[in-house]
């Protein structure tokens, strides 16, 4: 069994804790995790939280943790992070967000994963969601997927908090292309550039 580093959870050959910087948040991000997404070594929600003390992160299998979820956001003050027909460009709402927001649902899977999250907890469908229409290039090669213009978990929640509060998000995004520089994983996953 390999070693892990006891800050980063990395294996030791692979840590990243040379990476960390701490940023500051004004909101809480709670980071709904796909069960099978969790197990995955390149998720990047976890990089989230080793910049941050102001995440929470729950997978779908903790019933507990998702009603407790269900019965604490509420539309006047949380935010959900998710592409759907009937959300709403960020950018186009930014100061009316950033005012009244407290918390900012972001579903971490992939798209599929996502969509079956909606599914399984008809409740976030009360909350406003929301999508972007600027984000900047994907910079997170070694998932696999066919969508060009997704985002990693990260990526999407650096970018929400830098649009709504202007935060310097470099520090989540040099621990991602640390985590990236250190894969060990097949090529195959790495993304065409």
């Avoid at 910079?139 to 999407?156: D, F, K, M, P």
Wanted: a positive charge; charged letters at 20%; glycine letters at 2%.
């Amino acid at each position: 069994m390999r070693t892990k580093c006891i800050r980063c959870h990395y294996p030791t050959t692979t840590c990243i804790c040379n990476a960390i910087s701490s940023v500051s948040i004004p909101i809480k991000v709670i980071v709904i995790q796909h069960v099978k997404e969790s197990s995955n070594a390149k998720n990047t929600a976890r990089l989230i939280k080793l910049c941050t003390n102001n995440v929470e992160i729950i997978t779908t299998d903790n019933s507990s943790e998702m009603e407790r979820l269900a019965s604490t956001c509420n539309a006047q003050s949380t935010a959900l992070l998710y592409p759907s027909d009937n959300s709403i460009v960020l950018e186009s709402q930014r100061e009316h967000i950033a005012s009244s927001l407290k918390n900012l649902l972001v579903i971490d899977g992939s798209w599929k994963q996502a969509y079956a999250v909606l599914q399984q907890f008809p409740w976030l469908s009360s909350i406003p969601s929301f999508h972007f229409e600027q984000a900047p290039a994907t910079q997170y090669r070694i998932r696999h997927t066919r969508i060009r213009e997704g985002l990693s978990t990260l990526e999407a929640t650096a970018y929400t908090l830098n649009t709504l509060y202007k935060i310097d998000t470099q520090p989540f995004i040099e621990l991602q292309e640390a985590m990236q520089d250190n894969w060990r994983g097949p090529k195959a996953h790495q993304r065409e550039t």
